[in-house]
């Protein structure tokens, strides 16, 4: 069953696409947390972070390349933002394709609450 990323990749169902190229896609999240709320995903779809490979280092790597054009596309960089990643149950994560949050556009309090 491909996930719900993948079908965003593949563009079978919508979503507003900030970036694309053989590596990553990125794209606005459906219900923002922030001013500026954009995930940044591989185009394979790796589970979560416990399922990275050593031959995933270049898309991982260049995940960031993108979260930092986006940034300064969406005229953030320098106030700054936050990249999360979030893995299973604890981490939170609902969505099961790797996938970096990039989030800004206001400050964003504490990394965690205490
Ligand atoms: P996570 O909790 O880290 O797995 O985050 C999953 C994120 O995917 C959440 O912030 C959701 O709002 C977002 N999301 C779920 N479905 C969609 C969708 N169809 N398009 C864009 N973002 C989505």
């Known amino acids: 069953m491909p996930t719900l990323f993948e079908k965003i990749v593949a563009r079978e169902i919508p979503a507003d696409i ?23 995903v591989p185009n394979k779809p790796i589970p979560t ?26 005229g953030i960089a320098a106030d700054g933002y936050r990249l999360i990643v979030n893995c299973n149950e604890h981490g939170g994560q609902e969505v099961f394709h790797l996938h970096m949050h990039l989030v800004g556009g206001a400050p964003l309090g504490p990394m965690l609450r205490g």
């Open 18 to 40: 900030v970036h694309q190229d053989d590596r990553v896609t990125a794209f606005r999240d459906i219900q923002p947390r922030a001013p500026v709320h954009v995930l940044i």
């Open 49 to 74: 972070a416990n399922d990275v490979v050593a031959a995933d280092e270049a898309t991982l790597g260049h995940m960031f390349t993108v979260a930092r054009d986006i940034a300064r596309q969406e």
